[in-house]
Each structure stands twice: as C-alpha cells, then as structure tokens.
C-alpha cells in the first residue's frame, strides 16, 4: 500500500555526535530542529550493561551505514539556490485565496522552474499544471517556519490516477534553501503529485541528504507564501489538520471541515 506522502521526515535517519557521549544519536526532523535527541549512550558500563552496549554498537553501526549509503546516492555538495542564474525554465502563476484563512484574501505566487535542477520533477509538474491538477487544491499541511504542502486533488478519482504514476528521482543539485519547491516523497523513486514550499528562514538543509530534490523557486509572493492558512497545524493523527489518507479517499467532501485552509484557484504556465 502506498503511505501518505509526508514528506518521510519522521523515518529518515540524522547521525549528531554527541561529545559527551562520544555516540551518535539519532534524530527525527522536528528533534534535529530543536536540539533534542532520542538516543543517548553512557560513556562507562556496568557488567549488567555490557548487553545493552553491544545493542548500541550494532545500531551505530547501522546508523553510520545509513549515513555513508546517504551521502553516497546524494553526490557531489549541493550548491545554493541562485535566482540570478539564468535558465530556460518557465515560469508558473499560482492564484490563491483565504490567506491568513480569510475568505476572499488572495495573492498570487510565481514559480521560475528550473530544469537543470531537476528535469525530471519539472516535467511533471509542468505537466500537471497543464492539465488543471492544481486548481482548487488545498495547501493542506503548513507549518511555520518549516513547510507548506499541498497537491492532493480533491477529487478521489483524479488523485488515485496520479498516485500509481511515480516519477524516478532527480538529483539533488541545489540546497532546500527558503523559497524553494520540492516534490514530497514516500520513499526512493515514489514522488507523483505532492509539493512543498520550503518557508524556514534559514532554509532546511538537512532534507538534501534525503534525497528532497528542489525543482523551482518563487520568485514572487514567498511573503503570500508566508500568509498561508497554519491554524490547523500538523495533519491527523499527529495534530487537527487534515488526514492525508481520508483527503485522498474523500477528497472536498472531506474538506468541508477545514473550511479555513488557503487554497489554488489556478495555477497555470505563463
């Protein structure tokens, strides 16, 4: 069964050194934007605790493994989104409405996409802009400071298409700095019609050695992008918003119950 495309941060894997330890601990996103970590190792044992410090070696082990597989398929050191550069890209006008959750407050966003980036994702999003896709779909996920995430279409029979059409994955060439527009993922070669804003101010570097490969920039509206309705917060089941797997069962119906959230009413090519 395909998982909801949530942007498979809580599954991937940070290795931190931790200098009193001398471990590594391992993080989940919203822990590696706070500081906090989940595993610890003391630096001496007990006979009692030998067991346990076998335990962590193998895990270390796991997570160094995991580490150097990352940076192996990430490749050469991501550069940082430039808008200056030139490119043959088009560019992708997007009118929204209920900013802040107000009913009528609109704003339009444009996009440069950017094929040498990722040829790959920009065809498909393209492709999905042409087609209408876009147009009346939520901007479902939103989180401050973070993300905010939209393209699952609110009819059932449109988005189940789509979501059997996986694209493969680009590579990532330029950073997830603010601004930029990346495809979510449920897992390697899974990406199909599922976008994010990156809004954090200081970017959110960590994603590129997950293989979160940026596609375009906005090169007019990040402060509309900022206005996006987040009084919802975190989707179900993990906070009020809305549940990813009913939205795409249910679709508008479902939506009903989130009559606040910000969303397209066109997007198209210009």
Avoid at 133 to 149: D, E, I, K, T
Wanted: hydrophobic share 40%; with cysteine.
């Amino acid at each position: 069964m395909h998982r909801p495309a949530f942007l498979v941060l809580a599954s991937a894997l940070f290795a931190a050194v931790d200098t009193t330890s001398g471990f590594s601990a391992v993080q989940t996103p919203a822990q590696h934007r706070s500081g906090a970590s989940s595993l610890h190792a003391s630096k001496s044992s007990t006979p009692q605790q030998q067991p346990r410090r076998k335990v962590l070696r193998n895990i270390r082990r796991t997570v160094v493994g995991a580490a150097t597989l990352a940076a192996f398929r990430q490749g050469p050191k991501v550069a940082v989104a430039d808008d200056s550069a030139p490119t043959k890209g088009r560019i992708v006008e997007m009118k929204v409405s209920n900013l802040d959750g107000v009913a009528g407050k609109t704003g339009v966003v444009k996009i440069q996409l950017r094929p040498e980036w990722a040829p790959t994702g920009v065809k498909r999003f393209e492709t999905l802009t042409m087609e209408g896709f876009y147009n009346n779909c939520r901007m479902f996920r939103v989180l401050p400071g973070f993300v905010a995430q939209f393209g699952i279409n609110g009819k059932p029979e449109v988005q189940s298409e789509w979501r059997s059409k996986s694209i493969p994955d680009d590579a990532v060439k330029v950073s997830n700095t603010r601004g930029t527009v990346v495809f979510a993922t449920a897992g390697p070669n899974s990406r199909t019609t599922q976008i994010f804003f990156n809004t954090r101010e200081e970017g959110n570097t960590f994603l590129d050695k997950q293989g979160f490969a940026p596609f375009g920039q906005v090169i007019e509206g990040m402060d509309i992008v900022d206005k996006f309705y987040s009084g919802y917060g975190e989707g179900a089941p993990a906070g009020k918003g809305p549940n990813q797997a009913l939205l795409q069962a249910r679709g508008d119906s479902y939506l009903s119950a989130f009559p606040k959230l910000t969303y397209i009413k066109e997007a198209k090519i210009v």
